[in-house]
């Protein structure tokens, strides 16, 4: 696979700019796969300034990543995904407050 190319960035490929590929992936690689919803929004937090953040993105929509943070967004089975939802179920609280909908309970379907 060739390397892609945006602006100053050079992404899967020698560096020819001078600029360095010094990346935040680079730092903490496992944190843009990470299980906790803190450690993902900290990875897309990380993403924002990255000049070769757009090419990170669609190089990872081309290839269809299965999961990670790329280019700033969280990839779910190959989609986009606006965040990580903690492991188990949701705090009765959370749907309460209205955070959530509740169950619809109908008391006059069998089985209830």
Not at 73 to 97: C, N, Q, T
């Amino acid at each position: 696979m060739a390397p892609m190319q945006w602006r100053a960035a050079t992404v899967g490929g020698i560096d020819t700019t001078g600029f360095g590929l010094d990346f935040p992936c680079g730092q903490d690689p496992e944190l843009f796969f990470a299980e906790s919803p803190q450690d993902v929004e900290q990875a897309k937090a990380m993403c924002r300034g990255c000049r070769a953040r757009l090419a990170c993105l669609a190089g990872a929509l081309d290839r269809r990543e299965p999961w990670g943070v790329w280019g700033g967004e969280l990839l779910m089975s190959g989609a986009i995904m606006p965040r990580k939802r903690p492991r188990g179920r949701p705090r009765k609280e959370v749907v309460m407050a209205g955070l959530l909908p509740p169950l619809v309970y109908y008391p006059h379907w069998p089985g209830w």
